[in-house]
């Protein structure tokens, strides 16, 4: 059961509030969560300057996967189609040999001896 957006996604970030540090949002995720859903908007979370994660509304989530899950499905086929050409069988390839090895310490005693 997905539920199905009302109005258009709002993926926009506001650049002053919806991007923090992971700090900022391990101490105050309660109030992230709140903003997120309340502007129905996503919240970056940096680390070390870099984007890492966003914060969704669930609705926001839920409406972005029915999306991707639609645009994945398989699309009908047209009724008359060629049929496809055989594919070539595949290339087995010899085996390569592994690289000659190189003697340390331990190889040139068990040779010298």
Excluded: C, F, W
């Amino acid at each position: 059961m997905t539920p199905k957006p009302t109005t258009a996604l709002d993926l926009d970030v506001d650049l002053e509030g919806g991007v923090v540090p992971i700090s900022k949002a391990a101490s105050s995720l309660a109030m992230l969560l709140k903003r997120a859903r309340e502007k129905r908007q996503p919240i970056i979370v940096t680390q070390k300057g870099y984007p890492t994660g966003v914060i969704l509304d669930v609705e926001l989530y839920t409406a972005l996967r029915a999306l991707a899950e639609a645009h994945s499905a398989p699309q009908e086929e047209p009724a008359a189609t060629a049929p496809e050409p055989e594919a070539a069988p595949p290339v087995i390839a010899e085996p390569v040999p592994a690289p000659a090895r190189r003697g340390g310490r331990r190889r040139k005693a068990e040779n010298e001896a």
